[in-house]
């Protein structure tokens, strides 16, 4: 039930879209932008619409691409949670402003990430790599 929403900038990435947390778990960390999806919803239509209510940042769901999904047990605080990530190639920086449960929407250099809350420097590591290779491809 709950997604992820990776943007990264240009290709290959050298930048990476993160969100301040408003609120707990992990209130004022950086993460990635995401949320749980809405009953009825389908999941890549929730990445689209988390992405654009915390970042303002509009994208269809036929753009992003399916990362993976991420269940480790105590992933999140909160209890038992599975997470669909998706990536979002962007050719430059898109202009993001935090919205709804993000404080702040920031792009980051990805050799200069800040700490990140869950599992995200997991998610991330991955769809740094899965973005590598898939320019190289």
């Given at each position: 039930?709950?997604?992820?929403?990776?943007?990264?900038?240009?290709?290959?990435?050298?930048?990476?879209?993160?969100?301040?947390?408003?609120?707990?778990?992990?209130?004022?960390?950086w993460?990635?932008?995401?949320?749980?999806?809405?009953?009825g919803?389908?999941?890549?239509?929730?990445?689209?619409?988390?992405?654009?209510?915390?970042?303002?940042?509009?994208?269809?769901?036929?753009?992003?691409?399916?990362?993976?999904?991420y269940?480790?047990?105590?992933?999140?605080?909160?209890?038992?949670?599975?997470?669909?990530?998706?990536?979002?190639?962007?050719?430059?920086?898109?202009?993001?402003?935090?919205?709804?449960?993000?404080?702040?929407?920031?792009?980051?250099?990805?050799?200069?990430?800040?700490?990140?809350?869950?599992?995200?420097?997991?998610?991330?590591?991955?769809?740094?790599?899965?973005?590598?290779?898939?320019?190289?491809?």
């Amino acid at each position: 039930r709950d997604l992820e929403t990776l943007l990264v900038s240009p290709i290959p990435p050298r930048s990476v879209l993160l969100i301040q947390r408003r609120n707990d778990p992990f209130a004022g960390l950086w993460a990635l932008p995401g949320g749980f999806v809405d009953a009825g919803e389908r999941v890549a239509r929730a990445a689209a619409r988390e992405l654009a209510e915390e970042t303002t940042i509009e994208a269809d769901a036929s753009q992003l691409e399916l990362l993976g999904v991420y269940d480790t047990p105590g992933r999140d605080p909160r209890g038992p949670t599975v997470s669909v990530a998706y990536l979002l190639r962007t050719g430059a920086e898109l202009e993001a402003r935090g919205g709804d449960d993000a404080r702040v929407a920031r792009w980051f250099a990805v050799d200069a990430l800040p700490a990140l809350a869950f599992d995200h420097p997991l998610v991330l590591a991955e769809a740094l790599s899965f973005a590598a290779h898939a320019q190289r491809s």
